[in-house]
């Protein structure tokens, strides 16, 4: 759908797909249309939480190492022993510790980049698109917001960029409210 909407839409095909990745099938549904496509790149984006320290985030293709959780081989945080770690995200749906092992694959052949964005660029993403479009997405997505917020001034403005808006912000709303009355102000955001 995302591709035959952007030829449509622009007449050819975009330059990025940034997509959140937690367990990452939101963001396989995206990029798999384009994979033949070598001209598009791919970014993942991974819960940063508040460190990229053991147990304060959830960033397994930037952290992890190769082991298996539950029956797959991917990467996942995992201790010295293969013990699984905690994690942490401001996102329900992507504090896990581990990936599909699609995208393992992805960065291993380079198809893919995966970059980690901290809790509080996340909610500066959700607030930024609430601010500018009217819509609150739900803070999974709102990593690849903030991300698309470090890429684009580096870009042409001919640059073409999806995001893969994988979810709505009513389900975060007091979560977004707390984080923000907690941690930030709305000048930081």
């Not at 993403?125 to 500018?132: E, V």
């Not at 709505?168 to 707390?178: L, M, N």
């Amino acid at each position: 759908e995302a591709r035959q909407q952007i030829l449509q839409a622009e007449g050819r095909l975009p330059d990025y797909l940034l997509a959140c990745v937690g367990g990452g099938s939101n963001a396989i549904g995206l990029f798999h249309p384009f994979v033949r496509d070598r001209r598009v790149r791919f970014i993942g984006v991974e819960a940063g939480g508040t460190t990229l320290k053991p147990g304060s985030h959830a960033a397994t293709l930037v952290k992890g190492t190769p082991g298996v959780l539950h029956g797959a081989r991917s990467l996942v945080l995992q201790d010295r022993h293969g013990q699984i770690l905690e994690t942490r995200s401001v996102s329900a749906g992507l504090d896990y510790p581990g990936v599909g092992p699609e995208h393992a694959y992805y960065q291993r052949i380079g198809r893919a980049r995966y970059v980690a964005v901290s809790d509080a660029e996340a909610l500066r993403g959700c607030t930024l698109l609430a601010k500018t479009e009217g819509i609150l997405p739900a803070l999974e997505p709102a990593h690849a917001i903030a991300y698309a917020r470090r890429l684009a001034p580096r870009l042409s403005k001919r640059s073409a960029i999806i995001i893969g808006l994988s979810g709505r912000g009513d389900k975060d709303v007091e979560t977004i409210a707390h984080s923000l009355a907690n941690g930030s102000s709305s000048r930081d955001v």
